[in-house]
Nanobody, 122 residues
Framework: VQLQAFGGGSVQAGGSLKLSCSAS????????MGWFRQAPGKQREFVAG???????KYADSVEGRFTISRDNAKNTAYLQTNNLKPEDTAVYYC?????????????????WGQGTLVTVSS
């Protein structure tokens, strides 16, 4: 599976961005999709994940502001980010795993996209 994340950019606090993750090589419907982020000098952290049947998990820091979704027909996953805060500034990565539940450890995801930068200014 090859993943490509895009949709990042620079916004002011309170703004929104919609990130997309497109897949090629295999059909995504059999994979759990996750979004992670990594801020400068920090470890990569789980943001949100969604199973092929639509079960969802969010990190506490984004619950209520971010929405993960997927369109299996388009082989694409999305992360709608609303009410962005400066602390959301990071490179956002999408990832896929064949484990049949949402897992938060990045070591359990087999496939990764290249990352897209989100910068939120105050």
């Amino acid at each position: 599976v090859q993943l490509q994340a895009f949709g990042g950019g620079s916004v002011q606090a309170g703004g929104s961005l919609k990130l997309s993750c497109s897949a090629s090589g295999r059909i995504l419907s059999g994979y759990v999709m996750g979004w992670f982020r990594q801020a400068p000098g920090k470890q990569r952290e789980f943001v949100a994940g969604i199973t092929s049947s639509g079960s969802i998990k969010y990190a506490d820091s984004v619950e209520g502001r971010f929405t993960i979704s997927r369109d299996n027909a388009k082989n694409t996953a999305y992360l709608q980010t609303n009410n962005l805060k400066p602390e959301d500034t990071a490179v956002y990565y999408c990832a896929a795993t064949r484990i049949n539940r949402v897992v938060v450890s990045n070591r359990l995801y087999e496939f990764w996209g290249q990352g897209t930068l989100v910068t939120v200014s105050s």
